[in-house]
Antibody, heavy 120, light 107 residues
Framework: QVQLQESGPGLVKPSETLSLSCTVSGGSISRYSWNWIRQPPGKGLEWIGYISDSGSTIYTPSLKSRVTISGDMSKSQFSLQLISVTAADTAIYYC??????????????WGLGTLVTVSS | DIQMTQSPSSLSASVGDRVTITCRASQDISNYLAWFQQEAGKAPKSLIFGASSLQSGVPSKFSGSGSGTDFTLTISSLQPEDFATYYCQQYYNYPLTFGGGTRVEIK
């Protein structure tokens, strides 16, 4: 049973960089996509982007200029960096695994999530 | 971006009720549609992929149907643990997008 665990600071100052990691255990890294999704308090879900097992990345256009997803697949970890944060980036951040479904990937496992608050 | 519209945004139902939630895509997404359940204060849980295939371990009281632009999630007999918010999501193309959610509350 794969498990995903987010980690990182819970408080980030405005204009600084949000950095989170996701550690994967109990499953293979290969043939999956590794995703970040966020949820502002009391609101809906927003997909941020993914990194594949081969290292390719795709980001949502609204965040593309500020986001980087990287991975150290040998350590079963992948990371999110979001620069120049504002209060609008306050959210619960989830990592999730995407399993091949047709020509795309569907999420099948999620981390528990970590709340990141942007405040001075 | 593909817009996903869920209805209703909330509903009240009783234990044992049959509940149906609908999701409409702004363009044809074939069957690249997933459903998730999110209990209050918890992470989403994957229920269905490919519009109608249950994720491993998901009870058969959940079922999904549809193709193209119109989809439904049905819970055959609502139980206390099913009171939650449900989201649909398309993975036909990028960016991946979610519906706004349907909150299922106790009547």
């Amino acid at each position: 049973q794969v498990q995903l665990q987010e980690s990182g600071p819970g408080l980030v100052k405005p204009s600084e960089t949000l950095s989170l990691s996701c550690t994967v255990s109990g499953g293979s890294i290969s043939r999956y996509s590794w995703n970040w999704i966020r949820q502002p308090p009391g609101k809906g879900l927003e997909w941020i982007g993914y990194i594949s097992d081969s290292g390719s990345t795709i980001y949502t256009p609204s965040l593309k200029s500020r986001v980087t997803i990287s991975g150290d697949m040998s350590k079963s970890q992948f990371s999110l960096q979001l620069i120049s944060v504002t209060a609008a980036d306050t959210a619960i951040y989830y990592c999730a695994r995407g399993r091949r479904s047709g020509s795309s990937f569907s999420f099948d496992s999620w981390g528990l999530g970590t709340l990141v608050t942007v405040s001075s | 971006d593909i817009q996903m519209t869920q209805s209703p945004s909330s509903l009240s139902a009783s234990v044992g009720d049959r509940v149906t939630i609908t999701c409409r895509a702004s363009q044809d997404i074939s069957n690249y549609l997933a459903w998730f359940q999110q209990e209050a204060g918890k992470a989403p849980k994957s229920l269905i992929f490919g519009a109608s295939s249950l994720q491993s371990g998901v009870p058969s009281k959940f079922s999904g149907s549809g193709s193209g632009t119109d989809f439904t999630l049905t819970i055959s007999s609502l139980q206390p643990e099913d009171f939650a918010t449900y989201y649909c999501q398309q993975y036909y193309n990028y960016p991946l997008t979610f519906g706004g959610g349907t909150r299922v509350e106790i009547k």
